[in-house]
């Protein structure tokens, strides 16, 4: 059974940093593009960013581009997210999920990432 | 990227259809057919619906069929059950290994 559980989530002040985890179980790690995507309190889904399996492509939205950065431990079947610069904008769920079929098949369960002063 | 449009509600009774649309441009939706549906049910994990337009992943009931015209992509629940009531949004590749998801929809069931 495919399974993602982040974890790193919690409550920052803006301008801090913030590193998620995600543990992925039941499937070929290495062999699976990876994905972050975040929801605003009350808001619809956004994409983060993505990683191919080997690192060598990532890829980001414009509005967290030089201040997140996506990074992958194929050894330990885990993904990050490494979050500095904070905003109050960037309070959100942030899912793991992987990415095939030019979709998204597997979420975790989210984690909540709040920034505020 | 500018976030897909959906109509913010939709609703149907036990039984009937209801057809959710999902408008994007010719850089998203018009250029791909990478469209995906997913299910949220509140405090829940989006679930994936529908794929590459019109294909369903395994232990999706048939009763969800999903399509695409230019621009637009459109997903139907038929049959509406209980169950089907959650926020459903759509997403699209946006090329450059870019996505992007549309603004959401809530399914009541009457």
């Known amino acids: 059974e495919v399974q993602l559980v982040e974890s790193g989530g919690g409550l920052v002040q803006p301008g801090g940093s913030l590193r998620l985890s995600c543990a992925a179980s039941g499937f070929t790690f290495s062999s699976y593009w990876m994905t972050w995507v975040r929801q605003a309190p009350g808001k619809g889904l956004g994409w983060v960013a993505n990683?191919?399996?080997?690192?060598?492509?990532?890829y980001y939205v414009d509005s967290v581009k030089g201040r997140f950065t996506i990074s992958r431990d194929n050894a330990k079947n885990s993904l990050y997210l490494q979050m500095n610069s904070l905003r109050a904008e960037d309070t959100a769920v942030y899912y793991c999920a992987r990415a095939a079929f030019w979709t998204f098949d597997y979420w975790g369960q989210g984690t909540l990432v709040t920034v505020s002063s | 990227q500018s976030a897909l449009t959906q109509p913010p509600s939709a609703s149907g009774s036990p039984g009937q259809s209801v057809t959710i649309s999902c408008t994007g441009t010719s850089s998203d939706v018009g250029a791909y057919n990478f469209v995906s549906w997913f299910q949220q049910h509140p405090g829940k994990a989006p679930k994936l619906m529908i794929y590459e337009v019109n294909k369903r992943p395994s232990g999706v009931p048939d009763r969800f069929s999903g399509s695409k015209s230019g621009n637009t992509a459109s997903l139907t629940v038929s049959g509406l059950q209980a169950e089907d009531e959650a926020d459903y949004y759509c997403?699209?590749?946006?090329?450059?290994?870019?996505?992007?998801f549309g603004t959401g929809t809530k399914v009541t069931v009457l």
């Open positions: 990683i191919k399996e080997d690192e060598s492509e990532k």
């Open positions: 997403s699209s590749y946006a090329g450059s290994n870019n996505y992007v």
